[in-house]
Every structure is written in structure tokens, then in C-alpha cells.
């Protein structure tokens, strides 16, 4: 059991929530310009890391609002919370090889 | 035209009897009961507008502005449900404070919404309270932790419901009225054991 640590409410068991998937995948700027397979990618393809990810996370029992977690795919280690108005926290990427993505 | 309060039923009207005769009696008494019929509505308006503080206005109350926190004034209590979102539950007419707020609010970019009839509202009282919330809860209701006049949105029994500490031994329930019944049955049957004389020494 994930205990994430909601921007509002604090530490609440991970039931209390729902995941959304990766973050910071943005709205193509010209969607009906896209090829099919432009369009494919941005709806069906995601990261799939063996290490730090960036990902959503809705606090769907409580407040109910989205925000985001960089979880360590591999330890399950949660390494910071953040809300969509912060950037996107350093913490874990730079030292993976590629850095950050 | 007849006033159709007359005509309310609530939501856990069948199982009234079933919550008289299940309370427990002995040193970790407890007992459920139904407080139906709050008035309750939503306010969804940026915390920082005039708006809010036009809402603040007609409550004489500040909206809470942090997760668990409450305020109250008069008849009104206010819950903190997000950082722009709000419960009152008032025991005003549910017209007369609607219509205040919305009175209040104007045309700014805010969401008064009467939903009274959305959740029920069930009392969990006695010394066994908390044994038998925190069977089903996630939320740590240890007093070192949680106190009186703390209000949160979690789940119990798997349930979304709000919970609030009204008193030492006193606690709020309010599940959405079709999740009802099965709240209260479940704590019905959760309950049952404190009947029991055993002891299992690790009380805290
Ligand atoms: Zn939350």
C-alpha cells in the first residue's frame, strides 16, 4: 500500500486515490494537423521507465483534485509531490542515465 | 400547496428500528442513529474573490481554508471539502440559505448548489466509537491525530463518506444517500462485538 502525501489533505492511503497515468504529456498545440500516427502517439504511447516517472494522481475520497508524483517504478519509493502550477521537481532524474526526459 | 417536508422520507428510514435495537450497552457502549434532513450546500468559488468574501459575509463564518478544518456560526457549519470547495450544513431552510447566497454571490464566477438531498447524516456515539470507525477507515482517528471539530473526506468500508469528531466519543457520518444503507449495516455489524465483555489489553 502507497501512502501518497496529498498537496491539500496530507498523508492518506493510496485507496483514497485514483492514477492517471503519465505527466506532462501536453495537448497538441494543432491537433487536426497530426498524422494518424501523430495522433496515436499522443493518445496511446507512454513512458515506460525502470526508475523515476513522473505521473498523475487524483485524490478522488477526498479533495479531488489532480496532482503529480515522481515514483520510482522499481521501489515503489515516492520521491516528491507536487501540484500542476510547480515544476517539475529535479529530484531523482539527473541521476539517471539520459537524465531527464 | 401542502408543504411537501410533511412528505420527506429519509434515506435510512427502514432501518430505524434496526439502529435502536443495535446499540450496545457495557464499558464500550456505542450507538447509531440517523440525523436526517440537514440543509447542506455546496459552494465552489476562489477563496481569495470578493465573492468568497460576500459568502463569508452571509455566514458571519470564514470558509476553512485548510483540509479538516471547520467553522461555524449561528446555525451554520462550514467543511472544508478542496482548496475552492465547500460544505455548509445549516439547520436554515434550505431555500432561505440558497437563495442568500446565490443573493450574495451575484453573477461572479461561483457555484451555490443546494444539495441537501445528497447525503444523510448518521451519529456514531459512545466509548466504542472509535474502535469501531477505525475498523474501516484509513484516516487516523487516534487523538493524537484527529480531535473534535476536525471534518475530512475519506472512506469507510470502502465507501466515500465525510467524517466529523463532533464530540470526545461523537462522530458524524455523512455518506451520499445511496451509499446509506449499506454504511450503516456495516456498522451495525461492526459494532456488535463491543458487546462483548473481552478485552484485548491494547487499547490505546
Ligand atoms: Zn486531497
Known sequence: MLLLNCPWCG???????????????????????????????????????????????VHSAGCRRWFNVVRDTR???????YTHSDPRPAVGFGAQAGGPR | MDDLTLQRRSPLADLADRMR??????????RLAELPFWTMISVRVDPGSPAAAAVEGVLGADLPRWCGQVTAH???HVLWLGPDEWLIVSEVAPSDLHGALTDAVGEAHAAVVDVSANRTLL????????SVLEKGCPVDLHPRAFEVG??????????????????PDTYCLLPRSSFAQYVACWLLDAMQELGSDFQDGSAS
Do not use: K, M
Open chain 2, 21 to 30: 435495537d443495535g446499540a450496545v450497552t457495557g464499558s464500550r457502549h456505542v
Open chain 2, 150 to 167: 476536525r471534518a475530512v473526506s475519506t472512506t469507510l468500508a470502502r465507501v466515500p463518506l465525510l467524517l466529523c469528531q463532533t464530540g
Open chain 1, 11 to 57: 498523508p492518506r492511503d493510496e485507496t483514497e486515490y485514483h492514477y492517471g497515468g503519465q505527466a506532462h504529456v501536453p495537448y497538441p498545440e494543432e491537433p487536426s494537423t497530426l498524422t494518424d500516427e501523430e495522433w496515436a502517439e499522443y493518445l496511446f504511447f507512454r513512458d515506460n521507465p525502470c526508475g523515476p516517472f513522473a505521473e498523475r494522481w
Open chain 2, 123 to 130: 451519529e456514531l456515539s459512545g466509548p466504542g466509537a472509535r
Open chain 2, 74 to 76: 449561528g446555525l451554520d
Open chain 1, 75 to 81: 521501489t515503489y519509493q515516492v520521491l516528491a509531490v
